[in-house]
């Protein structure tokens, strides 16, 4: 099980950290992606970290802006969101998949429950 929180309103250029724990599965074993979906749109893929192969990935849309990070010690993943623009507005899930990363959201068995990021400009 998954559990994304962190979320909330914030100004344009505002930070936002999300958090993703995991109770039941070891994310030394799983690599871990960030999606988010706004309303009427598509769940996108955001950025990945993998301890399994190494393999990581920020979409174009946040690198430079977006960074993502394990704690090994409290088995969690974070996502640090910086410089937020209003079309980053959107509910982010945690999601986790054996293997390397991937940008298909069908490919990962494990999923947060999603926390809303609200950007007002």
């Known amino acids: 099980q998954l559990v994304t929180s962190g979320g909330g309103l914030v100004q344009t250029g505002g930070s936002l950290t999300l958090s993703c724990v995991a109770s039941?599965?070891?994310?030394?074993?799983?690599?871990v992606g960030w999606f988010r979906q706004s309303p009427g749109k598509e769940r996108e893929p955001v950025s990945c970290?993998?301890?399994?192969?190494?393999?990581?990935f920020s979409v174009d849309s946040v690198k430079d802006r977006f960074a993502t990070s394990r704690d090994r010690v409290n088995n969690m993943v974070y996502l640090q969101m910086n410089s937020l623009k209003p079309e980053d507005t959107a509910v982010y899930f945690c999601a986790a998949v054996s293997g390397g990363c991937t940008k298909r959201a069908n490919d990962y068995r494990f999923w947060g429950q999603g926390t809303q990021v609200t950007v007002s400009s």
């Open positions: 970290i993998s301890t399994a192969d190494g393999s990581s």
């Open positions: 039941g599965i070891n994310f030394d074993y799983y690599t």
